[in-house]
């Protein structure tokens, strides 16, 4: 267990003991959940509308959100600016110094935390000069007053570029797309980097994403990171690569890691293979262990790359239950905007170049299509709100009753959750095994976010059987507090 989890188990255990010491212990208090952690990645959210949106994210049972880099960046309207830094002023197209002070303190209060996208193995990969977002100057080498030429790597190869990811030597010292890679062996840059972090944790940030982490050596990253305070939530990007050298578990000294096998095991499962392989993932010496992985269906990078699962699937609902319903890892959900173009930013006033207010696309269900810059705003989804608090419920029980038949695949979280899913096109019918007590309980998957169940539709025989129906790219779940 990472010292962050462990940390948060201990404070659950104080607040029960401090409850029943004040003599004030009930039976809520005795059976209080600790709710399951989940992020979510709200990709290019400008600081207000995360600010806006986080009571939203809290009632809904998240707890974190990812943020995209904060830093100052390079000017454009592609989203990829971003993660370009300029200098380590707090001062991007997303929001001002000011907006993302506020945004955290404010989200903090309404019990949501900020993990900040940490781009910190490199600066530009700009060949003319320029001026970032917060007005810093900069060329290619040369950042005033931040970094000079002797900062950066120079590697060899015939442009300085990663061409050969067999090669560990050149993943790590050589450029990632023409990106200045910065000397993380030294501790002129180490602490320079060090500082920026501290800055972000004096505004109140829970933690970080390590960006491109797989491209500074992991001493490095630890050298960096060396006694950031107990609790901080390390999220490392190191994406298994098919044998390449490099690995995400060589990283886990210095923190958790994002878990790429199991959205690229999901895309796998989408249509036509053998379903009940879902039960294999987590599973297999391709994943980090449990209790340091995140987990995701997809993120900003894969959900361009034409592989992942995205919103532009019917089938996207379904796993990202299933994605909150398995046991393994830390699920990240993520939240973004709709595109037909991998470079398109967020949608901006072109008068002005302000982003555009965010607004939320009313969802009408899984087949929906979205129009390129509308915000899918999956934190709202009444499927997976529901699913949350499916997965509190369903806390440490094992996996149980495993179903699967074509485009069906069942399960239960022993005794107190169950989850049937249809990634196909046709409604589907059965029987199933739900190991919950009998009675009525709502359908997490009938569209509405259940706060109380008071309209049953679903019911459990005193063997613990339901019969029901999956609609076409479906969910169809339940849990104890789903109970009427
Ligand atoms: C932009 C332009 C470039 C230009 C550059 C400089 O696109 O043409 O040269 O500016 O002006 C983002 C964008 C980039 C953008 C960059 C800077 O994605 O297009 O470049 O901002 O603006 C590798 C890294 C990983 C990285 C990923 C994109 O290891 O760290 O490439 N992700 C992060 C961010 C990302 C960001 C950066 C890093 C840079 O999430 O948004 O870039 O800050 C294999 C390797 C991976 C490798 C991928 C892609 O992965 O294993 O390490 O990721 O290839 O090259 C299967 C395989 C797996 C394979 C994967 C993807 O899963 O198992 O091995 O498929 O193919």
Redesign the pocket.
Known sequence: MSLRKLLSAVFSLFLVASISACGSADKTAATAQTPADVGIQMFEWPWTAIENECPTLAKNGISWVLIS?PQEH?LGD???????PVSYKVESRLGTRDQFAAMVSNCKTAGVGIVA?A?I??M???ENSGVGTGGSSYSHYDYPGIYTKDDFHECGTPNNDISN?QDREE?QNCE????ADLKTETESVRSTIRAYLDDLLSLGVEGFRI?????MPEADVAAILKGLPAGTRVIQ??????G?PITPEEYLPSGDVLE?SWG?DMSSLKVGSTFSAYFNAGTSSLYAPSDHAYTFVQ????E??G?AITYKDPQYEVFNALLLANPYGTPILYSGYAFTNN?SGPRINHATGALLDVTCVERTGPTQTYLDGQWTCQQRWPTLVNMIQWRTDAADAPIAAKWSDGNGLAFARQGKAFIAVNRGEEPLSGTWDTTLPAGKYCDAGAGEIVEKCTDPTLEVDKDGQLTGTIQPYGVLATSLSLKN
């Open positions: 880099p390079i592609t989203w990829w600016t971003s993660y370009q996208d781009v193995n490199h530009t990969g700009q990811y993943v990632l797309s023409n990106l960006d491109a982490a797989k491209h990007e190191v994406i298994r690569g098919a390449e790429f690229k993120n900003h990078d894969t361009r790359g592989k470079d």
